[in-house]
């Protein structure tokens, strides 16, 4: 294909077509790719030197993944202790800063959220955790997984790495250092992470990573990070077929899309599109315990914080009140408010005077004032709150725990559910009935691969695009892994 032409039909999905635009067919040129999502029919235009930046990058990683197979773990060991003792430096880590520092400053001043794009000692010491239990990891010895015995010979299974890791995420510069756990089991990585991050990146390879796969003597293809190429680079990347999973961290349509793109490539792909946790409070609910869950969920905007929350109608009159308490404690904490979005039809077990009561907020990068309670339809039940600081929750008041189960399963991402129940019955029930890979009876922020595993996670999969086959939704290093079989024969007459 050398050009594409204006009104040009391209089908799609088996019985559609799409359409190609002025625009689109202008800056289509020979040798350039042309993709399409076979669910939506959006047409994804690949420049060719995109392409063979990816393409070079996925040949150097090819490489360095076969070239450790022969080196021992030793090696990948010390990658992760060099890496952790470099950003325990104070030196390399003010030159860090700065570089982080100048990516916030830019991405601010375009006014757009830099809540997880700024570094600190938090982050740094989360990090620094993370390599060095990465370390441990690989210097475990290697054993069997599995064996099977028969009389005159047996088979073993035994973990093998997957091979090249196509990992995509958001401006999160610290996940970096999560995702080069893949090299703990001997896969190697290439990464694209958002362009507003591209300095904090550049200063974590040059200053970090890269002398410390140096030092530990392994290839510098184990872990690449792609220059900033706008969206194409990411689309090239998960369509390449030498990838053996592509992760895809983020939110929205976009994670959707490189799922759809992935998917259709023949890749195994490990999704998070939508975040947010939903919490119920059954009739038998402790209300001590309820207050406390709610607002050690609200300490900062990520994935796993408290999104929505459900009370039976039987409690809402104490809880509710309880609710709102500890919401704006939460946000006493942040030194902010707080905002409660409540599904039409539950606003009587609302105080009316939080709906005219008036809260100042952050969108966006600047402040505005807001009702401290507003009204949403049900069409808005799966809406993600993007708080910048102020914490955010929807309110729903149903009349028993089987409604409260059939909203979460219809509008959650399939993501985090937790109970705030006494009765073990209807803890057993939630269990077997609720849509979701997390389930608990507490905060939902406990929903991590580093915080609940000791793992750091490269990934956290929801259920809104299939659940994963044969491994929990938390995708970490120590999880990239198939299955190999060993067979050892004792009996040299055997024979079918």
């Not at 929505?308 to 946000?331: F, K, N, Q």
């Not at 030194?335 to 105080?351: F, I, K, M, P, Q």
């Not at 959650?412 to 979701?436: C, H, K, M, N, T």
């Amino acid at each position: 294909m050398t050009r594409l032409d204006p009104g040009m039909a391209v089908p799609f999905g088996g019985d559609r077509l799409a359409f190609v635009g002025e625009e689109l067919a202008a800056a289509f040129l020979p040798g350039d790719s042309l993709l399409v999502s076979q669910r939506s029919g959006e047409l994804l235009h690949i420049r060719a030197a995109t392409r063979a930046v990816v393409s070079a990058s996925i040949d150097d990683a090819v490489v360095a993944f076969r070239t450790m197979a022969g080196m021992p773990a030793g090696r990948r060991g010390h990658f992760f202790d060099a890496f952790a003792s470099r950003l325990a430096e104070d030196a390399i880590w003010e030159t860090i800063l700065r570089a982080n520092k100048a990516d916030v400053l830019r991405v601010h001043g375009r006014g757009r959220d830099v809540s997880r794009l700024g570094l600190n000692d938090v982050s740094r010491h989360d990090m620094i955790a993370g390599l060095r239990a990465w370390a441990t990891i690989t210097r475990r010895p290697e054993h069997a997984v599995a064996r099977i015995d028969h009389q005159g010979w047996q088979v073993e299974a035994h973990r093998a790495p997957l091979g090249v890791i196509g990992f995509v995420f958001e401006g999160r510069p610290n996940v970096l250092a999560d995702a080069c756990g893949v090299l703990a089991t001997g896969n190697a990585a290439v990464l694209r992470i958002g362009d507003d991050a591209a300095g904090t990146a550049n200063a974590l390879l040059r200053h970090a990573l890269e002398p410390a796969l140096e030092e530990a003597q392994l290839p510098q293809g184990a872990v690449t990070v792609l220059p900033p190429l706008g969206r194409e680079a990411a689309w090239a990347l998960v369509t390449d077929r030498r990838l053996g999973l592509a992760v895809a961290r983020g939110s929205g349509p976009a994670v959707q899309l490189l799922g759809d793109l992935a998917s259709q490539a023949g890749i195994p792909v490990s999704l998070h599109g939508v975040g947010g946790a939903w919490l119920v409070a059954d009739h038998s609910a402790d209300a001590g315990r309820f207050a406390a869950v709610v607002e050690a969920s609200l300490d900062r905007k990520v994935c796993n914080t408290l999104n929505t929350c459900c009370i039976l109608r039987s409690r809402a009159h104490d809880l509710v009140p309880l609710l709102v308490e500890s919401m704006t404690a939460a946000g006493r904490r942040l030194g902010r408010e707080a905002r409660l979005h409540v599904l039409a039809g539950s606003e009587d077990d609302v105080a009316a005077d939080l709906f005219t009561r008036e809260v100042g907020v952050e969108r966006h990068g600047a402040w505005v004032t807001e009702p401290f309670a507003s009204l949403i339809q049900p069409a808005d039940l799966g809406t993600e709150w993007e708080w910048e600081g102020t914490p955010e929750v929807t309110l729903l008041v149903v009349d028993d725990l089987d409604e409260a189960v059939y909203l979460l399963n219809r509008h959650a991402p399939r993501f985090v559910a937790s109970l705030i129940a006494e009765d073990g019955l209807a803890q057993e029930s939630f269990y077997q009935a609720v849509d979701a890979p997390f389930v608990g009876d507490g905060f939902t922020r406990w929903v991590d691969g580093q915080y609940a595993l000791g793992e750091p996670e490269l990934g956290l999969a929801n259920w809104e695009f299939g659940r994963p086959l044969g491994r929990a939704s938390v995708l970490t290093g120590a999880g990239t892994h198939t299955l190999r079989l060993r067979m050892r024969q004792a009996d040299p007459t055997l024979r079918r």
